[in-house]
């Protein structure tokens, strides 16, 4: 077999190559003219980089600059190389487990002397009987992607991107034709950029076809003849039911190679047991034989072994000639599996099956093993017959391509593959249980900057990473896999209540948005879940992960960092949550249960009060007390949060005016924004109305919001913020730290005050870590003219701490807990001088 062959005697040579200047649609149009799938970026004799085919989908089509950028700043570097000497079979599987598609390969000084593609092995990889002998469809890519011929560029190439497809059909223009579109197509549209125009223009056509039933060998020569490297599958009515590539056909033949080497030994099984009457022939059989065998007499007693015996465990024939099998044995098998051997031998004359057996050099090593009594005219019997093979490596060849199957390269976490395969036995599992099972999408938020600023190497590194820390949070019967590019599954089986779902949701949020370290670099880096239940959602693992998908999608659009259900009904499907959502709603109406307390914000140095913070408590006569921290997601959830921060302005106002005519000097007070409440396009206006209402000045009232209100729509944030700043209301940034945390678009709004978030604080003293955040951030602000709040101080310790770090503010249990209207009038708030009452 050619698989021992070096590289270097099929790799490609005459390499196609450019400087790092040369712009990309100039690359692009020389790898077309040449129908090359890459180009190797040199400086001198020195290889930088390569752009491949494959590279293509990081360009984005909508963007016409972006073909001209230099190839310098896109290509892939390092280039992975490999010595001219490897052998091709080494070659073929690193391409498979490192998910590449070519190898430089150098000599002993790494001087490029070629490229070794995907496509040289499949043509060299000596797979001719495989293809001669195997139907298309046993290696085609079923359900092949299929887009719009109206759909954009840009997003055909962004599907592609995400699906992993090397080509997609384009489904039928006017005339119903199809055609198709691959990476070298994209290639040329780099080369010639024809603009972000439907695709349905821009594929080739015809599509050339091949019938599911032909053989591969004919696909393969249809390939080679028309220079192509995809042909779409018919099957028998002339519908497209895949894509065949010399990718499928390479990993196709694989496999096959297994197995058929496995029929083939069964073959020679066969041929021996037919030959027993015909030792002799069967003697010259042995002679040659490549797999070892030895011949007993009827107790066992060795009298012959051949070459192939002594080349696979080291003994001369010299040496077992009188001795017994059982010199070989290895110690791993105990006496009932030689017992039951022996029984199956004595009542069937043969006995097959597999056995580890020990070499003279004590290596132990795997066999397949048959045992064929031979028997005289009598049927008496009077010899056995054994014939081995080693399989040792046959199985780890099988447990590599079925890793390389089922598992991602970088994680080795399961695939989409496995997953799906999974994801089938669960969902039938959860039918017989009648149990729910859900599916969690994740994707990075913000990810493609990661690599982008830090490099791939980083971002790879990120990746492993952010698997390590969702695999923590999960359970040992969850499943959790890659996709693909920033993009995991999470799957839980056997759920007893859709609430379970929330809560690891939750987890693995909190999760990913610690901070990571990285290659020097300290980042935090947000994630965005999607979550889609059986069999609500779906009954089968593609709706399943698609519906997750869309979820995760919305999930990205309201926020990032958080997760969505597909079926938003969900979240309140839960008896008690569904009751607690009643409740509050009742609630908000009657305003019954409600209260707002206050909490003091006082100035660091003089211990002042500066203003306070209000914060709604809520009391159920059925539920009791229910925290803020329980209610107020809900309310966010449920849409319920607008009208309750409503009432909270309102009562606040009213507070304020009944403090003032009670003849105290209010101060200040800020009142949280929820997102929701923030994106009101009348805010401002409610504001103004409510504190014209009470007749009270602007100063009175602040507000506080987290940044990831603000990021994400920044246009509107910046013209609300606007508003309430003229009012003149003071606005901060809440739980700072915790989110974004950049400082430098805070720069260009009209914020006043940033609040520490309390995790840093509680840290201080502790770790060096939180005091080096409290340092900077404060030393930041004050260069950008805002004050500091250190939130959720509760020791005297902390407050030392914070001396040294310039923060104007301080709020926390230490100065004062939030307490109802009267007790902080009576503990905090001046009398004026000769109030009315
Ligand atoms: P927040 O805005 O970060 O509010 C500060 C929270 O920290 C309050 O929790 C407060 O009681 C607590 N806290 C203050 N000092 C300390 C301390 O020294 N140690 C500790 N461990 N905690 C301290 P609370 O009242 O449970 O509120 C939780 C969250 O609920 C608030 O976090 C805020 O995000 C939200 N929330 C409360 N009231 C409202 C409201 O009227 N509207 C909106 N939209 N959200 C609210
Ligand atoms: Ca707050
Ligand atoms: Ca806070």
Aim: glycine share 8%; proline share 4%.
């Amino acid at each position: 077999m050619s698989h021992d062959l070096p590289i270097e005697r099929i790799m490609q040579t005459g390499l196609l190559s450019c400087g790092p200047d040369t712009p990309l649609c100039e690359a692009a149009a020389r790898m077309a003219a040449r129908r090359c799938s890459s180009i190797l970026v040199m400086q001198g004799e020195r290889a930088l980089g390569i752009w491949t085919e494959h590279d293509v989908f990081r360009v984005d089509f909508a963007d016409p600059a972006a073909v001209r950028v230099p190839i310098g700043e896109v290509m892939s570097t390092p280039v992975a190389s490999l010595h001219r000497t490897t052998p091709v079979a080494e070659a073929a599987a690193r391409l498979h487990a490192e998910g590449r598609r070519h190898f430089l390969v150098v000599g002993d000084a790494d001087e490029v002397l070629g490229i070794i593609t995907q496509t040289d092995l499949a043509l060299n990889q000596g797979i001719e009987p495989y293809l001669r002998l195997r139907e298309v469809r046993c290696a085609m890519r079923a359900r092949p992607l299929v887009l719009p011929a109206g759909l954009l560029l840009a997003e055909a190439a962004r599907r592609m991107r995400r699906s992993g497809d090397e080509a997609a059909v384009v489904a039928g223009d006017d005339t119903g034709e199809l055609g198709i579109v691959t990476e070298r197509d994209l290639v040329r549209f780099i080369a010639d950029h024809p603009g972000n125009t439907p695709i349905g223009a821009l594929a080739s056509r015809p599509l050339l076809t091949v019938g599911e039933q032909e053989m591969l060998i004919h696909a393969r020569d249809r390939l080679i003849d028309n220079q192509m490297r995809h042909l779409a599958v018919l099957d028998e009515a002339g519908r497209v039911v895949g894509l065949v590539g010399f990718r499928d056909m390479l990993a196709g033949a694989e496999n096959l190679y297994l197995e058929d080497l496995r029929e083939a030994l069964e073959q020679r099984d066969r041929a021996l047991s037919q030959s027993r009457q015909h030792l002799q022939l069967a003697e010259r059989v042995i002679e040659a034989s490549l797999e070892g065998i030895i011949i007993t007499d009827a107790r066992s007693r060795i009298e012959f072994v051949n070459p192939a015996f002594t080349r696979l465990t080291g003994y001369s024939l010299e040496e077992v000639v009188g001795r017994t099998p059982a010199l070989l044995s290895s110690g791993r098998h105990d006496a009932d599996f030689y017992h039951a051997m022996w029984q199956e031998l004595q009542a069937h004359g043969y006995w097959r099956g597999e056995i580890w057996n020990r070499r003279k050099s004590g290596q132990l090593f795997l066999e397949q093993l048959t045992i064929t009594a031979i028997t005289d005219d009598q049927g008496v019997t009077n010899h056995y017959a054994a014939l081995f093979t080693d399989i040792t490596q046959l199985r780890e060849n099988e447990e590599r391509v079925r890793r390389l199957a089922y598992y991602d390269a970088l994680t080795g976490l399961p695939n989409r593959r496995l997953l799906e395969d999974r994801l089938e036995l669960a969902i039938r599992h959860a039918h017989r249980q009648e149990q729910r099972l859900a599916v969690i999408f994740i994707d990075l938020d913000h990810f493609k900057q990661v690599n982008d600023t830090l490099g791939h190497a980083v971002g790879d590194e990120l990746l492993v990473k952010v698997a390590e820390r969702l695999a923590h949070r999960l359970r040992e019967d969850d499943t959790l896999a890659r996709l693909g590019g920033d993009e995991f599954i999470v799957m839980l089986p056997e759920l007893d209540e859709p609430d379970e779902v929330t809560r690891v949701a939750r987890r693995l949020v909190e999760g990913i948005s610690e901070p990571f370290t990285l290659g020097g670099h300290e980042f935090r880096i947000g994630c965005s879940l999607g979550i889609s239940l059986y069999p609500d959602d779906g009954d089968s693992p593609e709706p399943l992960v698609r519906n997750a998908d869309a979820a995760m999608y919305r999930a990205k659009q309201e926020g990032r960092n958080t997760y969505r259900l597909y079926h938003a009904g969900m979240h309140v499907q839960h008896h008690q949550q569904l009751a607690l959502e009643t409740a509050l709603r009742n609630t908000v109406e009657s305003g019954e249960g409600l209260e707002v307390h206050y909490q003091p914000l006082v100035t660091h140095d003089a211990g002042g009060l500066h203003s306070a913070e209000a914060l709604l408590r809520w009391t159920h006569p059925e539920f009791g007390v229910v925290t803020p921290g329980e209610f107020i997601p809900l309310a966010e959830r449920s849409g319920l949060i607008v009208p309750l921060g409503e009432w909270v302005m309102a009562r606040v106002c009213r507070q304020l005016a009944e403090w003032r005519r009670a003849g105290f000097s209010p101060a200040p007070v800020a009142i949280n924004l929820a997102a929701q409440q923030f994106v009101q396009p009348d805010l401002v206006e409610r504001v103004q109305a409510q504190l014209a209402a009470h007749d009270l000045p602007g100063h009175l009232l602040g507000f506080e919001l987290t940044e990831s209100t603000l990021v994400e729509r920044p246009d509107q944030a910046r013209e609300t913020l606007q508003g309430l700043s003229d009012i003149p209301c003071h606005v901060a940034i809440d739980d700072f730290g915790t989110g974004y945390s950049s400082l430098s678009y805070l720069h260009e709004l009209p914020v006043s005050i940033l609040k520490i978030d309390r995790s840093f604080i509680q840290g201080l003293g502790a770790t060096r870590h939180s005091g080096a955040i409290v340092a900077a951030v404060s030393g930041m602000a004050r260069e950008l003219g805002l004050s500091v709040v250190a939130e959720g101080v509760e020791t005297e310790a902390q407050h030392r701490a914070l001396g040294r770090y310039g923060v104007d503010l301080i709020q926390g249990y230490l100065i004062g807990r939030p307490v109802d209207a009267d007790e902080f009038a009576r503990q905090w708030l001046p009398a004026v001088a000769t109030g009315p009452a």
